[in-house]
């Protein structure tokens, strides 16, 4: 029984090395991320203040990123990105935000020698070139605004759970819809 575990859990553990991104391509992908970052946090959005706050979501700041694979072929990377200005939400259009966060991605794009960024529902949406291995990454940058009235709600429906109202109010965004 003890040797059919260990085959068992080795098979596991060799599947799961298979699933996992591969070390040179996330330090590839998080090397892509620190720059476009970068130049996010320095752009220009009217009616903001700085600092802004860009930061991973999904799979790659959960530590969950798989292999993706389409028709048993390895495809592309998802990178997903929150692009948060630091502007008051009251008086802002969310197109005027996606645009201006949009802007400032196709300003990155051109530097870069990069396609087109795509206009998606919620998000840019930005492509790397595969790389000699034929995989690539794409990026999707959600342009948000901070939501404080929306976190105090949310405090005051889980009051009963123990949420304070900082809990909340700190970290509810508000986000682009087409």
């Not at 752009?43 to 991973?56: E, N, Q």
């Amino acid at each position: 029984m003890i040797a059919q575990e260990q085959r068992l859990n080795d098979v596991l553990n060799q599947v799961a090395i298979e699933l996992d991104i591969p070390p040179h391509k996330y330090k590839e992908a998080m090397e892509r991320f620190d720059a476009i970052k970068r130049h996010l946090e320095d752009g220009d959005y009217p009616g903001s203040t700085p600092p802004h706050s860009i930061y991973l979501q999904g799979s790659f700041r959960l530590g969950t990123v798989i292999r993706p694979i389409i028709g048993g072929r390895e495809c592309g990377f998802d990178i997903d990105i929150v692009c948060q200005v630091n502007r008051a939400k009251d008086g802002d259009d969310p197109e005027t935000l996606k645009d201006d966060v949009g802007a400032e991605v196709k300003i990155y794009a051109e530097k870069n020698c990069m396609d087109r960024p795509a206009n998606r529902r919620r998000c840019w949406a930005l492509n790397y070139a595969p790389d000699s291995d034929g995989v690539g990454f794409h990026v999707d940058i959600l342009p948000c605004l901070p939501d404080k009235a929306a976190g105090a709600q949310i405090s005051r429906a889980n009051a009963s759970q123990g949420a304070t109202d900082w809990q909340y109010t700190q970290s509810t965004v508000a986000i682009t819809n087409r």
